[in-house]
């Protein structure tokens, strides 16, 4: 257990109803920079790994954060993405297998003056993990949660996973994957996240773009990074990173623009007139007025999801990037210290000793 968990469990009785946790995370005046966020400990990836980037992105941007090493967290579970806080020069704690997410929510429920991190997998988090990832996003627990998707199990060495594709042939389905795969975007909107995102490990600009967007939000973050493993799954986003093949296959969303993409912007996203669905075509002056300005802001999910069904899980031509959904709704943390503030200004502060010996014991004849 790491030092942040343990000061956080240890004040999180009487302490956690007190006015101070209902405060935001407080900024630091200190002049930080990347090094300041790399811990002491050799980052053991396999080389190539796209781990690498994704962890250079983040120590990257986390001084534009303003907020001091000590008041954030990394909670990660178990896989290789899970070795992450190891290499953050912050609080952390290698959690167990899928559990992440119900762990980084009691801390960030009785410490609110941290800001806590979540960093997974797609086998971590959608397959063991999957009722507790998709709770806290219901619940808009202020997390940050850091989903890496290289489509395999790489720890325990190439085993197919939730998000592998039908018909992949790995150590475990030598005849080729029965399941479909889960769209993690579309499970993350259909548990009503209030923001949704998906990046690319090697497009720093826009992961950085993508991370910042996330730790600017209030409640739960889900930032869904296509990650490549070298190793098991090598390719596995190719189409997405090849300089030729990603221009005609990224469709990059911002908020208030178009949906527009490919060689000079030729092809958009329309809504189907008769079925409602989403469809790609080529853009001409008749249909122009029919592309779809993306608004990542809109209360009704709807959009959001069928963007998110776009890209083909075997292809993954004309697959989105970006936020797909940034509303603003309560924050659960929030919400549970006022009702816990209201119950001391009723009830006066509560009693242990009379807890356990109240009216509702029993005994048990030896």
């Not at 997405?240 to 005609?248: G, T, V």
């Not at 000079?264 to 853009?283: F, I, M, P």
């Not at 776009?310 to 929030?334: C, E, K, M, Q, S």
Request: charged share 20%.
């Amino acid at each position: 257990m790491s030092e942040a968990m343990s000061g956080a469990l240890s004040g999180a009785g009487a302490g956690a109803v007190a006015n101070e946790l209902l405060t935001l995370v407080p900024k630091t005046e200190a002049k930080q920079s990347m090094k300041d966020f790399k811990s002491d400990q050799e980052v053991r990836w396999c080389p190539g790994c796209g781990d690498y980037a994704v962890l250079a992105a983040v120590q990257g941007f986390m001084p534009d954060l303003g907020l001091a090493k000590e008041n954030i967290v990394f909670v990660s579970g178990i896989g290789c993405s899970s070795r992450f806080p190891y290499y953050m020069n912050t609080y952390g704690m290698h959690s167990i297998h899928g559990r992440a997410p119900a762990i980084a929510t009691g801390l960030a429920t009785s410490r609110r003056d941290l800001s806590v991190w979540v960093v997974t997998g797609d086998g971590d988090s959608l397959s063991i993990g999957g009722n507790h990832l998709i709770h806290a996003l219901r619940r808009n627990v202020n997390l940050k949660i850091l989903l890496f998707n290289n489509r395999i199990y790489g720890l325990t060495k190439g085993q197919y996973s939730p998000t592998s594709e039908v018909g992949k042939i790995t150590k475990s389905t030598p005849m080729g994957s029965l399941d479909a795969p889960f769209n993690p975007v579309s499970l993350a909107i259909g548990a009503e996240a209030s923001f949704v995102a998906r990046t690319v490990d090697s497009d720093r600009k826009h992961l950085t773009s993508v991370l910042r967007a996330a730790a600017d939000h209030p409640g739960t973050a889900l930032v869904e990074i296509y990650q490549n493993c070298n190793i098991f799954n090598d390719g596995a986003f190719e189409v997405l990173k090849d300089k030729d093949q990603a221009q005609e296959a990224v469709i990059r969303l911002e908020d208030g623009q178009p949906i527009r993409f490919g060689t000079d912007s030729a092809k958009g996203v329309v809504r189907d007139e008769r079925t409602g669905d989403l469809e790609v075509v080529e853009v001409t002056p008749e249909n122009e007025s029919r592309v779809l300005v993306h608004d990542a802001s809109a209360a009704s999910p709807t959009t959001a999801f069928a963007l998110s069904r776009l890209a083909d899980p075997d292809t993954l031509h004309h697959t989105p990037i970006g936020v797909f959904r940034n509303v603003r709704r309560p924050v659960y943390d929030t919400l549970m210290n006022e009702q816990l503030d209201r119950a001391v200004e009723q009830r006066g502060k509560g009693d242990l000793s009379a807890l356990l010996t109240g009216s509702d014991t029993w005994t048990v004849a030896g």
